[in-house]
Nanobody
């Protein structure tokens, strides 16, 4: 089992920045690729980005590419989502997820085994 806890959400004005954290506990964190997803009211959960188990590769949805950055610190069992130039359409509950793989992390939420509880991000215009 892997337990994931997100933090860092909040309310920010458009153009602002937030950094989300996802702290993991349980099994060896470095064996897991990590994904970030978000879900707005009335919409399906969507892929935001992912990072490989080693941190050497990152992948992003087109909608956030160039504005969001994912990183991880395996010594601290933590993955981060730095969000810059935020837009009102980024408003959602953000989730981190874990999958034990050394391959390219998938973009489908159903592929992931473990999920955090989510943290709300609200971007005001």
């Amino acid at each position: 089992q892997v337990q994931l806890v997100e933090s860092g959400g909040g309310v920010v004005q458009a153009g602002g920045s937030l950094r989300l954290s996802c702290a993991a506990s349980g099994r060896t964190f470095s064996n897991y690729a990590m994904g970030w997803f978000r879900q707005a009211p009335g919409k399906e959960r969507e892929f935001v980005g992912a990072i490989s188990w080693s941190g050497s590769s990152t992948y992003y949805a087109d909608s956030v590419n160039g504005r969001f950055t994912i990183s991880r610190d395996n010594a601290k069992n933590t993955v981060y989502l730095q969000m810059n130039s935020l837009k009102p359409e980024d408003t959602a509950v953000y989730y981190c997820a874990a999958l034990s793989t050394h391959y390219v992390p998938p973009r489908g939420p159903r592929e992931y085994d473990y999920w955090g509880q989510g943290t709300q991000v609200t971007v005001s215009s």
